[in-house]
């Protein structure tokens, strides 16, 4: 039987999570409002970040948590303690609006002392196009929302347009004399 005349109902195969990733990834590109700038994308095993602008620190993500059975999408702050911060802070000042468009399944929290993130999580289902859909919705009201508060953000310095160099690049420069 071809992939056309699959039934769209009852035993589909699941997608694999690359496929999977790059649906969701599709869904939001193809839904998002037009922008000059590109949406820049990268997937891993586990989750789809995407960021506009340098610093990929601050993206937003879809992540499989399969252990738990759990999906966990939304703005993700991971450029140090300091962005960090300010950024929890800026956005906390906003949070009820933000609740009241986005439902108060959505979060915002410090995750380490160096990352934070605004986010919801689901319960993690079949990885179907028709679930990758569904995130990916969710993950474009995300961004559609978020997005010019994030803009505001980097216009007014709370967080660097360009990435912090991680520790590690830090102290590899740093043996090299």
Do not use: C
Not at 14 to 34: E, H, K
Not at 71 to 96: K, M, Q
């Amino acid at each position: 039987m071809s992939r056309a005349t699959l039934p769209t109902t009852g035993n589909v195969k699941p997608l694999t999570r690359r496929d999977f990733f790059s649906a969701v990834s599709a869904v939001v590109q193809a839904n998002l409002p037009p922008d000059p700038r590109t949406l820049q994308t990268r997937q891993t095993m586990n989750l789809l970040k995407l960021h506009y602008g340098a610093n990929y620190r601050v993206h937003y993500e879809a992540w499989i948590a399969a252990e738990r059975g759990l999906l966990e999408l939304g703005l993700h702050f991971e450029d140090g303690p300091a962005s960090t911060e300010r950024l929890l802070a800026f956005f906390d000042r906003y949070i009820l609006e933000i609740k009241h468009e986005l439902g108060v399944e959505a979060e915002l929290e410090r995750w380490t002392q160096s990352w934070g993130h605004l986010h919801e999580v689901r319960p993690l289902e079949p990885l179907t196009l028709e679930f990758a859909a569904s995130v990916g919705m969710r993950l474009t009201r995300y961004i559609t929302l978020l997005q010019p508060l994030l803009d505001e953000a980097y216009d007014t310095g709370l967080v660097p347009k360009d990435p912090r160099p991680s520790t590690f690049h830090e102290r590899f420069r740093n043996r090299r004399g």
